[in-house]
T-cell receptor, first 112, second 109 residues
Framework: DGGITQSPKYLFRKEGQNVTLSCEQNLNHDAMYWYRQDPGQGLRLIYYSQIVNDFQKGDIAEGYSVSREKKESFPLTVTSAQKNPTAFYLC???????????FGSGTRLTVV | RKEVEQDPGPFNVPEGATVAFNCTYSNSASQSFFWYRQDCRKEPKLLMSVYSSGNEDGRFTAQLNRASQYISLLIRDSKLSDSATYLCVVPFYGQNFVFGPGTRLSVLP
């Protein structure tokens, strides 16, 4: 079955450490997205990519980086510059404009 | 004005009740709209798409009013399993979607 896989499900980061969240899709979707959700709040866009080797900043890109070397993969790195990284991170993809998103099951990141 | 606003909730309704949520958006050029359902600590899942004046799927009806720039979601005969947060989603600037803050629904036995 096609879908989006995010890993790990839970991740703990020490202060000052970079961590990378994985997102892989086998839906053959062109566009991929990363969102952050804080408790009781809506989703905020971090980065998005509409085509391989190209990506754009979303509303809260500071302290994050991404790459899109393959259509199937869109990893997100949370750098030490992100001062408040504890959140629920969601990866999504869509086939084209005006189509809804398919989400991965998310990664819960906690700073310890 | 925020890009996408929703009824703040929470809505606490008895089983079998009919409940409606509203969502307003600021981008008059938006053509398609979505309602997502998000269970606690889970990812959002697509509930309904709205491309024209509305859409109906079983107990769920979504209506679009372009002139007033709002969409609504009506749930009839509420079930306990309908308890979740409902997210209104509106596309802005092409392919990027803006999510509303969500409306939480609790269906009580």
């Amino acid at each position: 079955d096609g879908g989006i896989t995010q890993s790990p499900k839970y991740l703990f980061r020490k202060e000052g450490q970079n961590v990378t969240l994985s997102c892989e899709q086998n839906l053959n979707h062109d566009a991929m997205y990363w969102y952050r959700q804080d408790p009781g709040q809506g989703l905020r866009l971090i980065y998005y990519s509409q085509i391989v080797n190209d990506f754009q900043k979303g509303d809260i890109a500071e302290g994050y980086s991404v790459s899109r070397e393959k259509k199937e993969s869109f990893p997100l790195t949370v750098t030490s510059a992100q001062k408040n990284p504890t959140a629920f991170y969601l990866c999504a993809s869509s086939p084209a404009e005006n189509y809804g998103y398919t989400f991965g099951s998310g990664t819960r990141l906690t700073v310890v | 004005r925020k890009e996408v606003e929703q009824d703040p909730g929470p809505f606490n309704v008895p089983e079998g009740a009919t409940v409606a949520f509203n969502c307003t958006y600021s981008n008059s050029a938006s053509q398609s709209f979505f309602w997502y359902r998000q269970d606690c600590r889970k990812e959002p899942k697509l509930l309904m798409s709205v491309y024209s004046s509305g859409n109906e799927d079983g107990r769920f009806t979504a209506q679009l009013n372009r002139a007033s720039q709002y969409i609504s979601l009506l749930i009839r005969d509420s079930k306990l399993s309908d308890s979740a947060t409902y997210l209104c989603v509106v596309p802005f600037y092409g392919q990027n979607f803006v999510f509303g803050p969500g409306t939480r629904l609790s269906v009580l036995p």
